[in-house]
């Protein structure tokens, strides 16, 4: 079974950088047609899509993220990493990493991580 | 448009039939996913594709579509399923993700 556990800072101070890791279990992180993403929730609101990476290091940015978003792989840790610069307090959310699978008319997010609560305060 | 639309809440009688719903652009070439997401706890994807269950997802929920409208239809609706539900597609582009806003469902 496969499992997704995210780990990093919970607290960050304005301004500065978010990084999060996610470690995979249960699977390979190089297996064909598997991508993985990050998707936050800020506290009492919805979900947003961060950003996708294909284990060759293919990466696809929320638009409205793109200028302070970097999303890597290291595919001998089974790991993928979430980088978000110039931190606010509108980043404060529950960060998701999660894995995706595309066919050519749907896309589905079908595993999850428990979610960690980055806060951004001083 | 990138945007996906849903109704902000929902209520259903214990053992009737609800729909959720969830409009967008994209919605005309790409099917939705659909995720319940209990308080506290990760999304749990339900429906995906034209009209696919996970393993372990009852077969009262089902999924539809209809021009630039996804559904969700929970037939039966038990209490346990009281959740917030959001859709899920590409947009236009098919490089980025979009998710709806989310439906609360409330089973009275």
């Known amino acids: 079974q496969l499992q997704l556990q995210e780990s990093g800072p919970g607290l960050v101070k304005p301004s500065e950088t978010l990084s999060l890791t996610c470690t995979v279990s249960?699977?390979?992180?190089?297996?064909?047609?598997?991508?993985w993403g990050w998707i936050r929730q800020p506290p009492g609101k919805g979900l947003e899509w961060i950003g996708t990476?294909?284990?060759?290091?293919?990466?696809y940015y929320n638009p409205s993220l793109k200028s302070r978003v970097f999303i890597s792989v290291d595919t001998s840790k089974n790991q993928f990493s979430l980088k978000l610069t110039s931190v606010a307090a509108a980043d404060t959310a529950v960060y998701y990493c999660?894995?995706?699978?595309?066919?050519?008319?749907?896309?589905?997010?079908?595993?999850w991580g428990q979610g960690t609560l980055v806060t951004v305060s001083s | 448009s990138s945007e996906l639309t849903q109704d902000p809440a929902v209520s259903v009688a214990l053992g009737q039939t609800v729909r959720i719903t969830c409009q967008g652009d994209?919605?005309?070439?790409?099917?939705a996913s659909w995720y319940q997401q209990k308080p506290g706890q990760a999304p749990v994807l339900v429906i995906y594709?034209?009209?696919n269950r996970p393993s372990g997802i009852p077969d009262r929920f089902s999924g539809s579509s209809s021009g630039n409208t996804a559904s969700l239809t929970i037939t039966g609706a038990q209490a346990e399923d009281e959740a917030d539900y959001y859709c899920?597609?590409?947009?236009?582009?098919?490089?980025?993700?979009?998710f709806g806003g989310g439906t609360k469902l409330t089973v009275l």
């Open positions: 999660a894995k995706h699978w595309f066919s050519s008319s749907w896309t589905q997010v079908d595993y």
């Open positions: 249960g699977g390979s992180i190089s297996s064909s047609y598997y991508y």
């Open positions: 990476i294909y284990y060759s290091g293919s990466t």
């Open positions: 994209s919605l005309r070439t790409y099917y």
């Open positions: 594709g034209k009209n």
């Open positions: 899920n597609s590409r947009d236009s582009s098919g490089n980025h993700l979009v």
